[in-house]
């Protein structure tokens, strides 16, 4: 069984009716948003053959490849939090009592990873803000414009981990509380 | 604001029995380890604790460590941290202009860039476009030309230039595609391999101490002159704006003070330091020589069309290089006349 | 000791301490730094302790986040990625491993030895450690676990074999501290290949060995009897998958491409030879680019999370706690630099390559300089050390690694046993280094000491 065919290790949570809709949407994104991968094999297959063989360098392309690697990562950290794909040392905690585990999971995520994301969403606004009012665009020779778009990935990206992991929040809360399912 | 935030920490009272009046945590763009570049901040943080009697302190910290190079001036207008040590032209992607506070291609001699700085119109147009970002650039560190290039192939005519394979930056970058050239933006750690193994032709990077570091010496064996695309290379300390009018004046002028005894320094010392470099280049068998005129010719005309360009675009742009294009009139004449011919 | 670096220390504490709540350490490191900045607050207004660490101080995360979106290099950690789920998923994969398994034949631990072969050609071609480990446990771990391999012997290799990609170049590791130490990449380069090389054949050694005395943890092989039919499907089995290697070495050593456009070269030469193995379907491609997904997602995750921790941890002064606690050290010039790599070792337990390149690296760097060393030896040596934290529990990016694509019954107490003697290969090679300089420095030397 592969890490993600489960919630936690081993534990399967209630769904709920709010998880049932955004888990639903966020593995449509995460699905969709994973073909970007093919789209970056692509462009660096061009970006390689024309400089080799055309000796044409196109910083456009160089640029994209870090644009779409970056947009495709940032998008699948949602996915891989809804499907359980972060890494975890679970030496000790498969040992504790499911009921145990669900809860050091609830205070976890209420007091390390919501705090996190906090964080990161608060400061990324003025960060995206700025860019956008300085109409900032690459500083290579040949590089892409409306860099704050890219940059805006980073509370978007935040904003679907918030998602995940309220969607989770609700599934633990029903499984520690054994209520709605 | 928390007393003793990361802008001003809480005083000590220093061995010299000096309160600590700043303490600043200042992120640089260059490595601190890196020969040239990172020899003046170095040397300009001592000056300021040996000169205050330890009462003003900077802590520098190479670039990622707490910030990435590209990030130093964004960071200190947030106040995030209360200054940083960087080279301007990294703000380009915002603050098109200060390319031309870098470095400008065909621009002026060091010298003439430290007359104009202070004396011409440069330090106050720097002061009023970086004011809009909040911050206070000082003129802090100057060094002569980079090299124009490791090329492991002879470079002999402007048709060779056509197809090349360079990794170039900055405005030179934009010029060096204007006149045929393959370019790309390598990162600085891939450069090395590449240039190896044949996926590029070419490299640009800083002056001949720093490339040498880097093994550039080793496997490109031709080495172009002059450093066209970057005749002069300057750095600036960089404040914001509320930190620096909140500093009493005695402590402004030591900084300032201090920030013209490292430019006057470090001019020096890349002067110093790159002549053995060279002297020992056929030693290395590396062929160190001057491009052909015609080539030269080719990439100035070039370079003033990317420039327009640039200054049609922003008018800060525009500002700041038709100040330097009219001293650079004025002063071409005295430079003629006054300084001996290369050859002598 | 300053509050700030009692927090600073709390904090790598609370950091060891957490990890083991099963919790991703992503969000263990990024959570962590959040808290600590609200420790340091209330140490300064209410305590009037100082710190030096505030909400300003800490926003400096999402500019670090930003400078992990840009990293071009980083690029090829998903390509390589793909191009291992790939090679899994089209079987192409399987026939390799089965075909080279056959070519070895009656060799008790030949299967072990395949994958060390294929994963030091592997760490030729790429330099990030999570696409090896990944790759080669995609390819290899369930073969060995089909033929009879002991799991903890199996896992043990892998995770081994993956970090010899951070050794051998090209490697974004060494590229690294070549920065810091301000020397040339291509030094570094050639004064580790050998001793990469070396560590490469003490495994197969090691593998050897086993073979011989516990047959029943890696045995042999059983195969048919080699006919001409089986050598024309061995032929057809191995030589796409060779070309593949070598469309990613070539490329790198034929100067097409970079390393970062190897790893798109290679996982686009993959998708040709599954398309024209027929294998290619739309399921399968859905299936390997959402599994590139997920994995990468997984270490871009703990980059962020690490990006925001070490930069509080600097902000409370953790770095120069740790310089102070190594530069205090009462011993001679060789002492010094055995101290050196036995604390970067222990460190190595708990911190990675990054945070000790970054952090301590500088430190130590004068002091290697002053003391005569040469520094391509040491700071080959160090990034022995590195390889190896990824080896070490607690923390050991390699066993997390192969943790989070590892098929059920290969868990981390398993995975934790299996390296232990790998562990113990590492420091009899760091020893051998240690003793023989010139296996560092002879081939940087000949290459351009005298061109
Ligand atoms: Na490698
Ligand atoms: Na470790």
């Not at chain 3, 999570?130 to 080669?136: E, I, M």
């Not at chain 3, 190594?326 to 911190?351: H, K, S, Y």
């Not at chain 3, 700071?379 to 529990?393: E, G, I, N, R, Y």
Request: hydrophobic content about 50%; aromatic content about 12%.
């Amino acid at each position: 069984m592969r890490p993600w065919d489960t919630d936690l290790t081993g534990i399967e949570l209630p769904e709920t009716r709010f998880s049932r809709v955004v888990d639903q949407a966020l593995t449509v994104i995460g699905r969709a948003a994973s073909w970007l991968w093919v789209v970056l094999l692509a462009v660096i297959v061009v970006n390689v053959t024309l400089r080799y063989v055309f000796r044409e360098g196109r910083i456009e392309l160089e640029e994209l490849q870090w644009h779409l690697n970056a947009l495709a990562f940032l998008i699948a950290m949602a996915y891989a939090y809804r499907v359980d794909a972060h890494i975890r040392i679970d030496l000790v905690s498969v040992r504790l009592r499911p009921r145990l585990q669900v809860w050091i999971e609830l205070y976890s995520t209420l007091l390390l990873l919501l705090p996190f994301i906090a964080v990161v969403l608060w400061f990324s606004f003025p960060f995206v803000a700025h860019s956008w009012s300085a109409s900032e665009i690459s500083s290579s020779p040949g590089g892409l414009p409306f860099r704050w778009l890219l940059k805006a990935v980073i509370p978007v990206a935040f904003a679907l981990l918030l998602l995940a992991v309220a969607s989770r929040l609700t599934r633990m809360w029903a499984y520690l509380t054994g209520g709605p399912r | 604001r928390p007393p003793g935030s990361a802008g001003t920490p809480v005083a000590t009272i220093s061995a010299e029995g000096v309160t600590e009046r700043i303490h600043w945590r200042v992120p640089l763009s260059a490595p601190r380890s890196l020969p040239g570049a990172g020899e003046t901040p170095r040397w300009f943080a001592e000056a300021l604790d040996h000169a205050s009697g330890g009462g003003v302190r900077i802590d520098l910290y190479d670039p990622g460590e707490i910030v990435p190079a590209f990030a130093v001036t964004d960071a200190v207008r947030d106040r995030k941290v209360p200054a940083g040590y960087t080279w301007l032209g990294y703000d380009q992607g915002k603050i098109p202009s200060s390319a031309l506070f870098g470095a400008t291609p065909f621009g002026l001699e060091p010298w003439a860039y430290i007359g104009w700085w202070h004396f011409g119109d440069g330090r106050a147009l720097a002061e009023g476009i970086y004011a809009r970002h909040n911050t206070k650039p000082l003129l802090c560190g100057i060094s002569g030309p980079e090299t124009a290039g490791w090329f492991r192939t002879p470079l002999n005519s402007t048709e060779d230039l056509a197809g090349l394979k360079i990794r170039f930056a900055g405005l030179g970058g934009k010029v060096m595609q204007r006149v045929g050239a393959s370019v790309t933006m390598l990162p600085a750690g891939e450069i090395f391999q590449a240039l190896d193994t044949g996926v590029i032709d070419a490299t640009e990077f800083a002056q001949p101490i720093t490339d040498k570091a880097l093994g550039f010496s080793r496997i490109a064996k031709y080495n172009y002159y002059p450093g066209w695309h970057q005749p002069f290379s300057a750095t600036h300390f960089v404040i914001n704006l509320g930190v620096w009018e909140a500093l009493p004046q005695a402590d402004q002028g030591l900084i300032e003070t201090v920030c013209m005894a490292s430019v006057g320094r470090s001019l020096g010392l890349s002067e110093f330091q790159q002549a053995p470099v060279v002297a020992e280049f056929p030693e290395l068998g590396v062929s160190a020589s001057y491009f052909p005129e015609e080539v030269l010719r080719v990439l100035e005309s070039a370079a003033q069309e990317v420039l327009d360009e640039e200054a049609a675009a922003d008018a800060d742009f525009e500002a700041v290089l038709d100040s330097q294009r009219a001293y650079k009139a004025v002063y071409g004449e005295w430079r003629r006349l006054a300084y001996l011919p290369k050859d002598f | 000791m300053t509050g700030a670096e009692i927090l600073a220390l709390l904090m790598i504490v609370a950091f060891i301490g957490l990890v083991f709540s099963g919790y991703p350490i992503a969000w263990v490191l990024g959570g962590l730094a959040v808290v600590f900045t609200g420790f340091a607050i209330i140490f300064q207004v209410d305590f009037a302790i100082p710190t030096n660490v505030d909400w300003f101080y800490t926003s400096m995360t999402v500019d670090r986040i930003w400078d992990v979106m840009e990293n071009w290099v980083m690029v090829a950690l998903p390509m390589f990625i793909f191009m291992g789920v790939l090679l899994d998923r089209s079987g192409i994969a399987r026939s390799l491993l089965t075909g080279f398994a056959r070519l070895l034949g009656p060799v008790r631990g030949g299967l072990a030895i395949t994958v060390t072969v294929i994963g030091v050609l592997l760490a030729a071609s790429t330099g990030i450690i999570g696409a090896s480990v990944v790759l080669l446990g995609l390819l290899g771990l369930p073969a060995m676990l089909e033929h009879g391999y002991d799991k903890r012997l199996a896992s043990g290799t892998v995770c081994a074999v993956g970090t010899l990609g951070i050794l051998i170049p090209p490697s974004i590791m060494l590229v690294v501290m070549a920065d810091r130490m301000s020397m040339s990449v291509g030094d570094l380069f050639l004064g580790a290949l050998f001793p990469g090389v070396l560590l490469g054949g003490l495994y197969i050694v090691y593998l050897l060995v086993i073979g011989w005395f516990k047959p029943g943890h890696a045995p042999a092989v059983r195969s048919e009897p080699m006919t001409l039919r089986a050598a024309w499907d061995l032929t057809l089995a191995v030589v796409p998958a060779a070309l593949l290697i070598l469309a990613v070495l070539g490329s790198i050593f034929f100067g097409l491409a970079t390393p970062t456009e190897a790893a798109g070269v290679g996982a686009a030469g993959a998708l040709l030879l599954a398309a024209l193995k027929g294998s290619l379907t739309r399921k399968v491609m859905a299936e390997v680019v959402e599994e590139t997904s997920r994995t990468s997602a997984f270490i871009f995750g703990a980059i962020i999370g690490a990006v925001c921790f070490t930069l509080v941890l600097r902000g409370l002064g953790g770095d120069e706690l740790i310089e102070r606690a190594l530069l205090g050290l009462p011993f001679g010039p060789t002492g010094i630099v055995v101290c050196i790599l036995i604390a970067t070792f222990i460190l190595g337990f708990f911190l990675d390559w990054l945070e000790l390149t970054l952090i301590i690296l500088p430190l130590i760097e004068p002091v290697v300089r002053t003391l005569g060393f040469d520094p391509v030896w040491f700071t080959v040596m160090f990034a022995v050390c590195l390889q190896t934290s990824f080896l070490t529990p607690p923390v050991g990016g390699a066993l997390f690694y192969l943790k989070g694509i590892a098929p059920a019954g290969v868990d981390l107490p398993v995975i934790y046993r299996g390296v232990v003697p790998f562990i113990v290969i590492q420091l009899v090679g760091l020893a051998i280094i240690f003793g023989w300089e010139d296996l560092a420095t002879w081939l940087p030397a000949q290459a351009y000491g005298f061109r």
